[in-house]
DNA sequence: CGGTTTGTTGAATTCACTCAATCCGAGTGG
DNA sequence: CCACTCGGATTGAGTGAATTCAACAAACCG
């Protein structure tokens, strides 16, 4: 199946049917909401912290991370964003932003009004569920990094981050045949694992001699799904797929 | 102030107001809010991997804990819940469970009803919000756990922790003077940082030397609130507490 | 009490880190 | 068309923070 380039809206439905059923209705009131398209470039911060944002940012094209600094400079990176993700839906309620979210790799950014998506959930209130739902599976995401990061080998680590971006990237069609696109440098893995980068190339190169990935440029390529979901014990319960989309 | 045991409807709303500003009315609804009390004593099991429960558990007495364990069998703590807390409430819109809550103490529960939390939220719309901002505050401890344990060394990992716990229960009137319950074990902080048993041994007897705690049975005793929080990176923002609740 | 859990200590080990240095491909400009 | 730059990937060698393993002390509990 070869996709032409969803519309934005196309995108942020397919992406929240994935998680929640929708009605027609629901899909034409979502398909009205204004979205103000932006183009940004590699390593743009797009919300920091202490922001207070009026609007989301629904991702089009391209990854955005979610990131975090210590106080001695080391950068957590506390999640990946690809298209059809909205990174900042938290702040429909929480006021002031603790997190910072930037591109990884050229943009294409859709910002939807606070004010519009509230109308929407005053209309529909099932899509208040639906947000809602969605903010709680990035929470989700969030623990099973946290088990990653915490208990897990380099090795498992790397390949569990694997198999999340592509089992992500397939529900919204961007990860045919165990390929896709993962523009992230080998420094933002590391800060993403809470490895160092000359590790994570390190643990690459093995992953590569062991069969379970295979990289050209910024495509990752999985020649064997079940390996490597075994060698990253990925369960993808965390991602609360509903079946229609797993299948 | 000594504040003698609030009643669980008080706990709740006390909990609430430190995150959501209530009105007078609903409170008083949340004060009708069904609650079956339970008791239960220490490492049992509340919540479970895999299951579908059709009610929310309230924290009234006691710490429970999050946790997921790897196929090595590695525990990871993902988050410790003290009274007022509502750890489950995801449940509400992610059926099936995807993590274990169980208790690191015995523990006095309150059980409340799906169906009836969300007949209150269609009543008062407004405390579907404060309901929702609640889990998302949760996903921000999350997030400041993966910054925590990721890339902070052992000793600043486990200061940020007791701050943490400092601040979670002062909001809800069990701080008082720097001194608190802190019931959780050494093997259980290091389940919780991502450190061994041994090495949370060693790291708690150096912040007990730099005098930054001192511990008498389970009660941990801050004497200074500024050098703990400067020796944890400690800033609550990520908690997105309201000023009145912060004073 | 006796049994069990929790906390403490020592010694050897290792996984991952630090610190460079080098390599490489993609642009850029002369 | 080649020199130059620059970000990213790769490699080597030495180091260290935290681990493992194992034993022991102390506190807790029925």
Same mark, same amino acid.
């Given at each position: 199946?070869?996709?032409?380039?969803?519309?934005?809206?196309?995108?942020?439905?397919?992406?929240?049917?994935?998680?929640?059923? #929708?009605? /027609?209705?629901?899909?034409?009131?979502? *398909?009205?909401? =204004?979205?103000? %398209?932006?183009? +940004?470039?590699?390593?743009?911060?797009?919300?920091?912290?202490?922001?207070?944002?009026?609007?989301?940012?629904?991702?089009?094209?391209?990854?955005?991370?979610?990131?975090?600094?210590?106080?001695?400079?080391?950068?957590?990176?506390?999640?990946?964003?690809?298209?059809?993700?909205?990174?900042?839906?938290?702040?429909?309620? #929480?006021? /002031?932003?603790?997190?910072?979210?930037? *591109?990884?790799? =050229?943009?294409? %950014?859709?910002? +939807?009004?606070?004010?519009?998506?509230?109308?929407?959930?005053?209309?529909?209130?099932?899509?208040?569920?639906?947000?809602?739902?969605?903010?709680?599976?990035?929470?989700?995401?969030?623990?099973?990094?946290?088990?990653?990061?915490?208990?897990?080998?380099?090795?498992?680590?790397?390949?569990?981050?694997?198999?999340?971006?592509?089992?992500?990237?397939?529900?919204?069609?961007?990860?045919?045949?165990?390929?896709?696109?993962?523009?992230?440098?080998?420094?933002?893995?590391?800060?993403?694992?809470?490895?160092?980068?000359?590790?994570?190339?390190?643990?690459?190169?093995?992953?590569?001699?062991?069969?379970?990935?295979?990289?050209?440029?910024?495509?990752?390529?999985?020649?064997?799904?079940?390996?490597?979901?075994?060698?990253?014990?990925?369960?993808?319960?965390?991602?609360?797929?509903?079946?229609?989309?797993?299948?």
């Amino acid at each position: 199946m070869t996709t032409l380039a969803p519309t934005p809206h196309e995108l942020m439905i397919r992406k929240m049917e994935s998680i929640f059923p #929708l009605s /027609v209705e629901e899909k034409q009131a979502i *398909s009205a909401l =204004p979205i103000q %398209l932006v183009d +940004i470039k590699t390593n743009q911060d797009i919300v920091r912290e202490g922001d207070e944002p009026s609007q989301c940012c629904l991702i089009l094209e391209g990854f955005t991370c979610m990131y975090k600094v210590t106080a001695e400079g080391k950068r957590q990176i506390l999640s990946l964003y690809v298209p059809g993700d909205v990174p900042d839906m938290q702040s429909l309620h #929480l006021k /002031v932003i603790d997190i910072n979210i930037a *591109s990884i790799s =050229p943009c294409k %950014l859709g910002f +939807i009004q606070h004010k519009d998506l509230r109308q929407l959930c005053e209309r529909y209130p099932r899509l208040t569920a639906a947000f809602w739902r969605e903010t709680l599976v990035h929470a989700s995401i969030f623990r099973e990094w946290l088990l990653n990061n915490g208990q897990r080998p380099a090795y498992t680590r790397i390949a569990h981050l694997i198999c999340e971006l592509r089992m992500r990237l397939k529900v919204v069609g961007l990860a045919e045949n165990g390929t896709f696109e993962m523009p992230a440098t080998q420094a933002e893995l590391a800060d993403a694992t809470g490895i160092t980068q000359v590790h994570t190339n390190r643990v690459l190169q093995v992953l590569r001699a062991d069969g379970l990935i295979s990289t050209v440029k910024t495509q990752m390529h999985v020649p064997d799904w079940n390996k490597l979901k075994q060698a990253g014990e990925f369960d993808s319960l965390y991602l609360h797929l509903i079946k229609t989309a797993t299948a």
